[in-house]
């Protein structure tokens, strides 16, 4: 066992985002070290942000989550360090992953932003990704930030739908 708890509270965050091939949000990590009573949100952002300093982490932040995904780098570390997290705390976290997996790929699959444009109109960025990779990504333009912000949060309960009519359109099989 590791004697530098923010030593461990790091490789605990790089062996999560290491067994998933999709990011997790802040909001998941911090589940899980609440949740289990390892780590206070303030250390665990301690963590996180100093695994970022590093390059053993890669950032993506939006309005609404940040995402958090395990460069090479980190799968190097982990590589070499990995064995110091106890057994009992890899099976928390298999346990933690497993039960929560599809609920949480599911929240980190569809995605929104929105951003003032050089022409000071908005950009709605909406994606929806399947692990790493999207499956549809989309921009609109929109003349002010209150539509832009409402496109942003709609597309997180009508994503699914745009997607099918999008496919069926362009397979020829629309209406």
């Excluded at 290491?18 to 997790?24: H, Y």
């Excluded at 106890?86 to 699959?109: C, H, T, W």
């Excluded at 499956?135 to 409402?150: C, F, K, M, T, Y």
């Amino acid at each position: 066992m590791l004697s530098e708890p923010m030593t461990l509270y790091k490789l605990m965050n790089l062996y999560m985002l290491r067994q998933v091939n999709f990011p997790l949000t802040n909001s998941q990590l911090t589940d899980f070290f609440l949740q289990h009573e390892y780590a206070s949100y303030f250390t665990l952002q301690q963590a996180l942000n100093e695994l970022a300093e590093a390059g053993l982490i890669q950032v993506e932040s939006t309005h609404s989550t940040t995402r958090y995904s395990i460069t090479r780098e980190g799968e190097e570390t982990l590589g070499f360090f990995g064995k110091n997290i106890s057994p009992a705390i890899v099976q928390d976290m298999d346990a933690y992953l497993k039960e929560n997996r599809f609920r949480m790929r599911d929240e980190v699959g569809v995605m929104s932003d929105y951003y003032k444009s050089t022409s000071q109109d908005y950009i709605v960025h909406c994606e929806v990704r399947e692990g790493r990779e999207p499956l549809i990504s989309l921009n609109l333009s929109v003349p002010d930030e209150e539509q832009a912000r409402s496109m942003s949060d709609l597309w997180k309960e009508q994503s699914q739908a745009i997607y099918q009519f999008i496919m069926k359109a362009l397979m020829g099989s629309g209406e």
